[in-house]
């Protein structure tokens, strides 16, 4: 979904509109109703629009004039951004931000990757020739997988203490909530599953603390002044806080 500054809550969740025929009010389902939702430039659209979605990556359901419809399962949001110097954009309200597992920025491809890129795209679009790879229920399992894997209790303290030294970190005007407690923890078990582990490892954690934690740190405008960045401090906590020894779990 192409997210613009004239979008409107309506538009992404849907609305009610009356019929003439039966003479009563209809709910006409809007793109949310998905399992995946790809939120393109979510911030050239309003705050109030970005917020329409709050209920849904929360709660996976969606409230309209009282009635509550859920949404498909699995259900994944993923959302590209304009980069925030840019005119036309709006930033993201710090509960919308919350709701990110992650976030990563990409970059540009290097020299090499760029020129297959053109070559690929020389003569005509690959991408209508795509086929899927997965399906709805390989998903839901992989992600019940993840779940499984165990996480030592030292690394769950781990997690807490990344997360509390956000809060008082001087430079620091709001630190990330428990969400990001529960991202460190997730996203670890996602790693290790992924590396073949049922057992998370102490680097799975340092090596995502980037990714879950520098989009839910605000910084106080003293310390942006003196040149530091989200991601500067959580490196600078990374440093400081000790590393627990644990992984597998004993029989």
Same mark, same amino acid.
């Given at each position: 979904? +192409?997210?613009?500054?004239?979008? @409107? ?15 009563? &009010?209809? &709910? ?11 939120? %393109? ?29 859920? @949404? ?7 959302? =590209? +951004? ?6 036309? =954009?709006?930033?993201?309200?710090? *509960? +919308?931000?919350?709701?990110?597992? #992650?976030?990563?920025? $990409? ?8 020129? *297959?890129?053109?070559?690929?795209? +020389? ?18 399992? *992989?992600?019940?997988?993840? =779940?499984?894997? &165990?996480? %030592? ?11 509390? !030294? =956000? ?6 005007? #709001? ?6 407690? @529960? ?32 989009? !839910? ?8 002044? !003196?040149? $530091? ?8 906590? @990374? ?13």
């Amino acid at each position: 979904m +192409q997210f613009t500054p004239d979008l @409107l809550p309506g538009d992404v969740i849907g609305v009610s509109m009356y019929n003439p025929q039966a003479q009563s &009010f209809e &709910f006409r389902r809007g793109p949310v109703f998905t399992q995946v939702l790809l939120a %393109d430039e979510i911030n050239r659209a309003t705050p109030k629009t970005q917020s329409a979605l709050l209920e849904a990556m929360e709660e996976w359901q969606v409230t309209v004039d009282g009635t509550t419809y859920p @949404l498909p399962e699995p259900f994944i949001v993923m959302a =590209t +951004q304009n980069p925030i110097e840019l005119g036309g =954009t709006f930033p993201l309200p710090e *509960a +919308q931000v919350d709701r990110f597992l #992650l976030k990563i920025r $990409l970059g540009y491809l290097p020299g090499d990757e760029e020129v *297959a890129m053109l070559d690929r795209f +020389q003569s005509a679009s690959p991408l209508p020739a795509l086929e899927p790879v997965t399906n709805a229920r390989e998903v839901t399992d *992989a992600q019940n997988a993840c =779940t499984a894997v &165990f996480c %030592d209790a030292s690394l769950k303290d781990y997690c807490v203490r990344l997360v509390q !030294r =956000t809060r008082e970190h001087p430079d620091v005007a #709001l630190g990330a909530s428990p969400r990001g407690a @529960l991202g460190l923890l997730h996203a670890g078990q996602a790693r290790a599953a992924m590396s073949g582990r049922d057992f998370v490892l102490p680097d799975d954690i340092k090596t995502l603390a980037p990714h879950v934690l520098t989009h !839910r740190v605000m910084l106080r405008p003293n310390a942006e002044l !003196r040149g $530091l960045t989200a991601a500067s401090v959580v490196d600078d906590i @990374l440093d400081a806080e000790m590393v627990p020894m644990a992984g597998r779990r004993l029989a």
